[in-house]
């Protein structure tokens, strides 16, 4: 994909996002939300997670 081509993909996109009502943006965007991962497995990664998984067998 040359530049040009990506240049013009990306207005199309950008023109057709700016088309939608407000709402329908905004409905989007909860949406495509993620929720957070899990307090412990965020700050302190797999080492909560392997203590649980040891634990439990």
């Known amino acids: 994909m040359s530049g040009n081509d990506y240049l013009k993909f990306m207005?199309?996109?950008v023109v057709a996002y700016l088309d939608l009502p407000?709402?329908?943006r905004k409905k989007r965007k909860k949406?495509?939300?993620v929720p957070r991962p899990v307090y412990s497995?965020?700050?302190?990664?797999?080492?909560?997670?392997?203590?649980?998984?040891?634990?439990?067998?």
Do not use: M, Y
């Not at 497995?41 to 067998?57: H, I, Q």
């Open 11 to 13: 207005t199309e996109q």
């Open 31 to 33: 949406k495509e939300k």
């Open 22 to 24: 407000q709402e329908e």
């Open 41 to 57: 497995s965020r700050w302190l990664g797999v080492l909560p997670f392997a203590v649980k998984t040891f634990l439990r067998k």
